[in-house]
């Protein structure tokens, strides 16, 4: 069942699952920031319900990337709004206002449990679309959200920072962290790079944020976290490596032998549920980059 916890004055999260997150920003403006999938569009609009809202409320969305655990209720919330303005990386945004080709590649990805995503609806009005990338901001009344481009995780990845709050809201360029559970876990979808994800690691600690809202779940304090952005680069480093590790011992070996070996070597993963994660598709993301750079 969905909750809603409000965060500050300005702030609440709609927690749409345990999985994700969507954020509302209350303004002058009224923003949202990520979607969940289609299937979670129901949730959207009780959580905003609870707000006492309703999607003729919101003004703009912002998405962080085109991926459907973000992006996928877009289209649902364009539906019941056609006033409304979409925000979303320039490399995203034709996938965004057609996304035949994005659901195909889901259906590959997801296979069998593609009936529980749901599918993407067309955006019928694309001037109201708006591509965004650094330098841009999302003018909300009283405050801005700042926009910075952070590939990485999705060439057309960027987050939001809202110099109010001293908060980020930072789609997967962080990777993800569920309560209750230890450690923050990656997420490398087909076109992962490390290296660029690291660097977008160092620009959001450039920022000086004092709070990570994650869309994979809720907020962060990093008060007292001084070292969360070398693990989470050192994380990026180890899970390469050990891919790397384990098709040194034979490189003919099948995708499930690779897969259990790397569970086996990450502990990260022993503490989470298969229904948390899909880490079978952060492999392929892992063996894709490693494949663009000739290393296997």
């Known amino acids: 069942m969905v909750r809603v916890e409000k965060i500050d004055s300005r702030i609440s999260a709609i927690i749409l699952s345990d999985l994700r997150t969507s954020w509302l920003v209350r303004d002058k403006k009224k923003i949202l920031i990520d979607t969940g999938l289609p299937a979670d569009a129901p949730h959207l609009f009780s959580g905003l319900e609870k707000l006492s809202l309703t999607p003729k ?112 809201f930072s789609g997967d360029a962080l990777g993800s962290r569920y309560p209750g559970l230890p450690s923050f876990v990656l997420s490398p979808p087909p076109d992962y ?44 480093d180890s899970w390469v490596n050990h891919v790397l590790e384990i098709l040194k011992e034979r490189q003919d070996m099948s995708h499930s032998e690779i897969f259990d070996k790397f569970v086996a070597k990450v502990p990260d993963l022993k503490h989470y549920p298969a229904q948390f994660f899909s880490f079978n598709l952060s492999l392929k993301g892992i063996l894709k980059y490693l494949k663009r750079l000739g290393q296997i």
Not at 58 to 69: E, G, M, P, Q, R
Not at 88 to 112: F, N, Q, T, W
């Open 193 to 236: 790079d490390k290296e660029l994800a690291r660097q977008s690691i160092d620009l959001i600690h450039g920022l000086h944020p004092k709070k990570i809202n994650f869309t994979h779940c809720g907020q962060y304090d990093l008060d007292g976290q001084s070292d969360f952005y070398e693990k989470l680069k050192a994380k990026h």
């Open 57 to 168: 409320d919101i003004d703009f969305l912002a998405l962080t990337h085109i991926h459907i655990d973000h992006a996928g209720s877009a289209g649902h919330l364009a539906k019941e709004n056609p006033d409304l303005k979409i925000f979303v990386h320039e490399k995203g945004a034709e996938h965004l206002i057609h996304p035949a080709r994005l659901m195909d590649s889901v259906k590959r990805a997801y296979g069998d449990k593609f009936f529980a995503v749901g599918t993407m609806l067309k955006i019928s009005f694309p001037q109201r679309v708006i591509p965004v990338t650094t330098g841009d901001h999302i003018d909300l009344g009283d405050s801005k959200l700042k926009v910075y481009d952070t590939p990485g995780h999705a060439r057309h990845h960027v987050v939001y920072f809202d110099k109010t709050s001293d908060s980020v």
